[in-house]
Structure formats: structure tokens, C-alpha cells
């Protein structure tokens, strides 16, 4: 190989893994692998793949026996999951940002609450801040728009608890934080290592199925791209609803409208064109693809939860994934919530719920059925251009900014 290619490689090299990329390039390029997912199989989607991981679990140990439950490995949203984290890993390694970060006992326990209280909000709710918001609103679902108001509504109670709470209990998340492996900025050498033997492992995992389940190869290549711009983006969705209301900031919650913006675009042409293989589902079922049976009560009550969850625990459902790859251990205390209440959850709280609940507040909402699919696309189109410049004129303003 030439110097001169040799100089380009590098050069590619620092500026994917020198500093983070923008939110927005992220968002696009997020939004972007979700309609290929869509045009694959399905849309992106967390909670599914965590109760998974929370199923096999119970399942070594005997619990909730009777259960059919199934294996990891052929689970694609199981191993979407999974790979997302290998993907964040990999980014971290190549960046030299990868270390074990031990918070404070405080923020370790936040964490797992935090979980907990998204897992139940997901399961009650049929979603979590991907499935029921980030490839929910974009599949024109009416649940997924009361479950976004109502995750909202969640993300300003907790953040007023947060800042009650380090006003007059500030002992509760400090003390002392360490942290280990951490790399010297002209070191590290051995991160990088270890992210191409990341990789390698992504590769020769993907390779396995190509021939007893391609769906699953694709799936496995973009869960480890998802994991990797997000790490390297800083894509997160509780920030995109936070930051507005504490910093002031609307970097975060530019990228997310973007993402939302062209999944939009890509999902109503899928919807309506009957775009990708639907040779084992009616056209139909097609349309009703991410329009889970949740509007309005689920939405309401399970959005709200996991809402709380998401800002207590300091991430979403993929900013989770992401921190945990990247080795932040308050995040895995929170994916440890996620993993151990879903199931749990599952059996008992989700049934208590919808015997409380009428049918009427838990059915399938498709919006196009009501306003066409013109009014649909234009109305969730009108509410990202309402939040985007109600974010911006914020942070000039600092009219709704704690700080």
C-alpha cells in the first residue's frame, strides 16, 4: 500500500473515530438503516428484544415455567439488542473511549429504578422510546403519538424531581466514582485492537446465518452500525426531551426530528406502496406494521412510566444499549432493571392493567384510516417542524431552561 493511501486511510480513520459526529448526522443515518430494516422485515424496536434477554434468563433458573420461550440466537430483535451494544463497543474501542465508569452508589441505584420503571412503562405501554416513538410516530400510529406525549410528559416530572432532588438531597449522587481501563489519548493502541477484533467477531456471527436465516445476517450488521453511530454520535432520545428544558441546549433534539423526518418519509412510501416482501402478510398487516394495540390508555399510562424511567436512569432504550457498550456502569445497573422487570412485568403487571382498562382505551390506531394518508404524513410532519422550532427559538431564549 502507497503512502499516500496510507495517509488517506488515516485520515478516513481520525475523522470517524477523532470526535463525536454531529447529532443530526447521526439521526439521518439512524433513520436511514431503520426504513432498510423496514424494508427487510420490521422496524426497529428495543423493548421485544430485552424481554427476550429477560425471558432466556428466568429460564435457566426454572422461573415461570410453561413459558415457550426463544433462544437469543434466534431472536432477531434478542440479537438486534445484543449487537447494538457490540457495535457501541466497537466505536468506543476505535475512539479510545472506552472505560469501566463507576458512578456513585446513588447513581448505580437511580440506574436500576430507572430500568425498572422503563420496562414496566414499555410492556404496559407495547413500546419503548424506539418502538412506540422513534419507528412508531413515523409508522403513523396514533398510540405512538399519545405514548410520545405522554413519555414527555414523564421526562418534566422527573426532571423536576431531579432538580429538587440535587437541591436538597445533593448526597444522594455524590461521592466517590472510579474508573478503569480508561486509555492515554497518544496510547490506547490496544482499543484499537480489540474494536477490529470486535468487528471480526460481528462478521464471522453474521457470516452464520447467511444461509439458515438471512433476515438475521442483515439484522446482525445493522444493530452493530445502529450501536456504532450511536456511540459516535451521542444519539440519545431522553436528551433530545431533556436538554431543552434543563441546558437549553437543541443539538440532540435536532438529530432525533431528523431521524423521525426521513423514517417518515421511508415508512409511508413502504406503507403505502407495499414496499419490500409481503409475501407472507396480507398488504394489510403491511399498513399495520409498528401500530401496536395501545391508544390510547396503554400509550398514556405505559408512556408516561417509561418516561419517568428513561430520565431517572440518565437514557433511553438505545442510549442504554449504547452507554453499556461503551462501558458506563450506571447503565448497566439500568440495563440490568430493564432485563430482570420486563418479563416480570410481563406476567404481572401488564395483565392488572389491561382487566382495569376498557377495550376502548387499547386498540390499534392507524391514522391513515381516519385522515388519509396525506392528512397522516402531514400532520406528524407538522408536529416535527412545531418541535424544532420551538427548540431553537429556546435555546436563544432560555424562556423554558432550568439553567
Not at 5 to 24: C, Q, R, T, Y
Request: aromatic share 14%; charged share 10%.
Amino acid at each position: 500500500m502507497s503512502s499516500q493511501n496510507k495517509n488517506s486511510l488515516s485520515e478516513l480513520f481520525a475523522m470517524l473515530f477523532g470526535k463525536h459526529w454531529p447529532v443530526w448526522v447521526g439521526g439521518i443515518l439512524l433513520g436511514l438503516l431503520n426504513i432498510l430494516l423496514f424494508s427487510i422485515k420490521s422496524p426497529w424496536g428495543a423493548s421485544g428484544g430485552i424481554t427476550n434477554l429477560g425471558d432466556n434468563l428466568y429460564s435457566l433458573f426454572g422461573m415461570f415455567p410453561g413459558k415457550e420461550v426463544q433462544a437469543v440466537t434466534a431472536s432477531n430483535y434478542g440479537m438486534l439488542v445484543v449487537l447494538i451494544v457490540f457495535g457501541s463497543l466497537a466505536g468506543a474501542l476505535f475512539s479510545k473511549e472506552f472505560a469501566l465508569r463507576v458512578p456513585p452508589k446513588g447513581e448505580m441505584i437511580k440506574g436500576f429504578i430507572g430500568g425498572a420503571l422503563m420496562a414496566v412503562g414499555a410492556t404496559v405501554g407495547i413500546g419503548c422510546s424506539i418502538g412506540s416513538f422513534f419507528s412508531g410516530v413515523p409508522a403513523l400510529s396514533g398510540g405512538a403519538l399519545v405514548f410520545s406525549f405522554a413519555m414527555f410528559a414523564g421526562v418534566i416530572v422527573s426532571l423536576k424531581y431531579l432538580i429538587w432532588e440535587m437541591e436538597r438531597f445533593p448526597k444522594w449522587s455524590t461521592g466517590k466514582s472510579y474508573t478503569f481501563l480508561a486509555a492515554a489519548p497518544e496510547k490506547g493502541r490496544w482499543q484499537i485492537i480489540a474494536g477490529t477484533v470486535v468487528l471480526i467477531c460481528v462478521i464471522v456471527i453474521a457470516y452464520t446465518y447467511t444461509d439458515s436465516n438471512p433476515v438475521m445476517s442483515w439484522f446482525i450488521i445493522i444493530a452493530t452500525l445502529m450501536g456504532l453511530i450511536s456511540q459516535r454520535s451521542r444519539f440519545c432520545i431522553v436528551k433530545s426531551f431533556r436538554d431543552p428544558f434543563m441546558s437549553g441546549e437543541s443539538h440532540g433534539t435536532v438529530g432525533v426530528i431528523a431521524g423521525l423526518a426521513v423514517s417518515l418519509v421511508g415508512f409511508t412510501a413502504i406503507k403505502y406502496f407495499s414496499i419490500g416482501d409481503i409475501s407472507e402478510v396480507s398488504q394489510r398487516a403491511r399498513e399495520l406494521t409498528w401500530v401496536f394495540p395501545n391508544f390510547w390508555g396503554k400509550a398514556l399510562l405505559g408512556g408516561f412510566i417509561f418516561g419517568l424511567g428513561m430520565t431517572i436512569a440518565g437514557g433511553c432504550a438505545v442510549g442504554t444499549l449504547w452507554r453499556v457498550g461503551e462501558g458506563q456502569i450506571k447503565l448497566w445497573f439500568s440495563l440490568l432493571g430493564l432485563v430482570l422487570f420486563s418479563p416480570v412485568s410481563n406476567k404481572y403487571i401488564v395483565p392488572f392493567t389491561d382487566s382495569v382498562l376498557p377495550q376502548s382505551a387499547r386498540f390499534r390506531s392507524f391514522l391513515p384510516d381516519y385522515i388519509g394518508y396525506d392528512g397522516a404524513f402531514i400532520l406528524v410532519a407538522l408536529i416535527l417542524i412545531v418541535w424544532y422550532v420551538f427548540v431553537k427559538w429556546n435555546e436563544r431564549t432560555g424562556k423554558f431552561s432550568a439553567f
